[in-house]
């Protein structure tokens, strides 16, 4: 078993588990802001037009709308950028995906094995950082993963999957 300490990922035979790297607390508190701003916004202004006499109007609930939307991708992200991390549960002609934000989860996605499944290192951001996600081969179609690690971590999480999926198919 690999040191979980080191490693943002968990391995076992039946499932993987990477989590994201949190940025600093100041960013995920300006992402929270933002994300409280845009949601409370529009009914702050909402409540302040109607107690000052000029009314409601159509164009209000658009906005409302709108800004709501955008204060749940923020949240979205926020939420991701603090408790996100993906599983990948592999047992036989399938895999199973979900991604969890820590106060809700993503449906989960059913990715049919219908041949044997490789794995590749996705390379992401500038060359020096040497960053990268997991790309999941199967068939003629592709997963790849959100959740950036750096390359060398990904070679030995990919040389892991690797020898658990040859232990799996003898």
């Known amino acids: 078993m690999l040191d979980e300490n080191r490693y943002r990922f968990r391995l076992d035979?039946?499932?993987l588990t990477m989590w994201v790297k949190p940025p600093s607390?100041?960013?995920r508190g300006i992402y929270f802001f933002f994300a409280f701003l845009t949601g409370i916004g529009p009914i702050v202004g909402l409540v302040l037009s109607v107690t000052s006499g000029s009314g409601f109007h159509f164009g209000m609930l658009f906005g409302m709308g709108i800004s709501g939307l955008i204060s749940f991708y923020l949240l979205r992200v926020a939420l991701w950028n603090t408790y996100g991390k993906e599983t990948l549960s592999f047992s036989g002609d399938k895999v199973v995906y979900h991604a969890d934000y820590g106060w809700f989860k993503d449906a989960k996605k059913v990715l049919?094995?219908?041949a044997e499944l490789s794995f590749e290192i996705k390379s992401i951001g500038y060359e020096e950082e040497k960053q990268g996600t997991l790309l999941i081969n199967?068939?003629?179609d592709q997963k790849l993963c959100a959740s950036r690690m750096h390359e060398d971590d990904l070679a030995i999480l990919i040389e892991s999957l690797t020898k658990i999926q040859a232990?799996?198919?003898q």
Do not use: Q
């Open 112 to 114: 049919p094995v219908l």
């Open 25 to 27: 607390v100041f960013l």
């Open 13 to 15: 035979d039946t499932s």
């Open 138 to 140: 199967y068939g003629s």
């Open 167 to 169: 232990g799996s198919i």
